[in-house]
C-alpha cells in the first residue's frame, strides 16, 4: 500500500448536530493527530456515524467546526482529502466492480487510474471478477471493492463506518492487514466500531461516544483496551 | 477535475446505466406511445382541428411521461447511498445535476423523436419539412424539463411522500414550459408553418434561469 500524500489530522471544535429537537452530538471536541488509528466506539444512536460524516464534510454540524490540520498551505480543494467507508457500499450494482472504481477514479483525477484499479483489484484479490456486475458479488467482496473506492485517490484521512459488518472472518483478516498497512504507512484513521475484533486492535487511541457527547477518550484518561472493553461489556 | 470533466464521467456513467438496464427509456416510450394512440382514438383526426389540439395532446404526453422518468433520477442514487460517494468525488456538485440533466434531456428528446412519426400518422399531421426547427422546440422544452425536474427530483427524492411530490411540484412549475412548447409546435405544425421565435426565445430564457438557479442552488439540495 503507498504511502499517503500529505497525511493530515482531524479537529472538531464544540460540534453539535441537531435534528428537530433531538440532538445527535453535543459540544464534541476532539484533536486527531496526524497518522493516528481511532477507535469510536458507543452503543447504537450514539452519534458515531453522525460524527463520521460530519468528518467527511457529508452533513454539516448545527454549531462547531471541523478541520482539517496539516494540509498544504493554500490548498481550498474542494474535494476532501478523505477516504470514506459507510454501512452502504456506495457502489453501482448496475456497474462492474473495474467500472465503478474507474469511475470514482477518474472523478477524483487519479493519475494512471487504470494501472491503479488493477493494482489494488490484484492486491484485493478481485482482479479475476473485475469484469462481473457488482450486483453478483457477496457482501464481503462488495466491502473489499467499497474500501478499495475509498483507497483509490491515496487519502491522507480514512474514515469507516463498521468496517467489519457482515465480512466473514477471511474478509476481516484482510480488511485488518490493509488498515495496519495504512496505519503504519502514516495514515489518520478514524473508525466506528461495535465489537472488540482484530480491527479494532489496530486501534492507538479509543473514544466512547454517549448520547452524542464524548464519555471517554484513552487520551486524557484510561488505557485503549479499557475504553473498547467498556463500550462492548456496556 | 474540472466541472465538465467531472460531468462528462458521470454522463457516461447515466448513459450507460441506462442503456444496460434501458428501464427509463423503455417506461417513456411505451408510455407516450399509449397517449398518442388513445388520444387519437378519442377526438377527430381527420379533420384540420388536429392541428391545433394535437401539439398540445403531445405536449401533456412528454410532461407526464417525464414526470415517470425523472422519478428514479436521484431515488436511484440512495439505494447504496452513491450520492454521498459522489458529493465527495466530485470538484463542484453542479458536474453531478448537469450530468443528470444532460442524460435526461437526451433520453427525453431520444423519445420525443422516436415517437414524432408515429404522433404524425395517428393525428393526420404531416411534419416534414420543419424538422429541424421541430427538433430545436423539442430540445429546448425537453431542456427545460429537464432541469426542473433533475433540481425538484434531488428535492423529492429526501421527502417523505416522494412519488406524489415530484409530479406536485413539477407540473406546475412546468407550466409555462408546456404553453411555449404546444404554442411553437402548433404554429410549425400549421399549414403556414411559421417559426414563432417570440415562443422559442422564451424557452430558451426559462433554460438559462432555471440553469442558473441550480448552478447557485443546487449545492444545498444535495445536503442532507
Known sequence: MSEPAGVLGIRFDKIDKRYGGLYALRRVSLEIAKGECVALVGRNGSGKTTLLRIAARLARPTSGTVTFVGGPAGDDSRVTPVGFVAHATMLYDELSAEENLLLFGRLLGVPEVSLRVAELLRETGLYDRRASMLRTFSRGMRQRVAVVRALLHRPSVLLLDEPATGLDSVSVEWLARTLRQLRDSGCTILMSLHSESEISALATRAVRLDAGAVAGDSATAGSVGAILSWSVAG | ?224
Request: net charge negative.
Open chain 2, 1 to 224: 477535475m474540472s466541472l465538465v470533466s467531472n460531468a462528462t464521467v458521470l454522463l457516461g456513467k447515466e448513459l450507460r446505466t441506462e442503456f444496460r438496464s434501458r428501464e427509463l427509456l423503455t417506461t417513456t416510450v411505451v408510455f407516450i406511445l399509449m397517449v398518442v394512440v388513445l388520444f387519437s382514438f378519442t377526438f377527430d383526426t381527420s379533420s384540420g382541428e388536429s392541428r391545433k389540439f394535437a401539439p398540445g395532446l403531445l405536449w401533456l404526453a412528454f410532461l407526464f411521461a417525464a414526470s415517470l422518468m425523472l422519478q428514479p433520477c436521484f431515488l436511484r442514487e440512495q439505494n447504496n447511498d452513491t450520492l454521498s460517494v459522489l458529493r465527495l468525488s466530485v470538484s463542484d456538485p453542479f458536474a453531478i445535476f448537469l450530468a443528470k440533466l444532460a442524460a435526461n434531456t437526451l433520453f427525453l428528446l431520444f423519445t420525443e423523436l422516436l415517437m414524432l412519426p408515429v404522433f404524425s400518422i395517428f393525428f393526420n399531421v404531416p411534419v416534414g419539412g420543419v424538422v429541424p426547427q421541430l427538433v430545436l422546440v423539442f430540445f429546448l422544452g425537453s431542456l427545460g424539463i429537464s432541469v426542473a425536474g433533475t433540481a425538484l427530483s434531488a428535492i423529492s427524492a429526501q421527502a417523505r411522500m416522494r412519488e406524489l411530490m415530484l409530479p406536485i411540484l413539477l407540473l406546475p412549475l412546468l407550466t409555462p414550459v408546456l404553453i411555449a412548447s404546444a404554442e411553437a409546435t402548433a404554429a410549425l405544425l400549421d399549414p403556414a408553418h411559421a417559426f414563432r421565435k417570440d415562443w422559442v426565445a422564451f424557452l430558451a430564457i426559462f433554460d438559462v434561469v432555471f440553469l442558473t438557479a441550480l448552478w447557485l442552488f443546487g449545492e444545498y439540495l444535495l445536503e442532507e
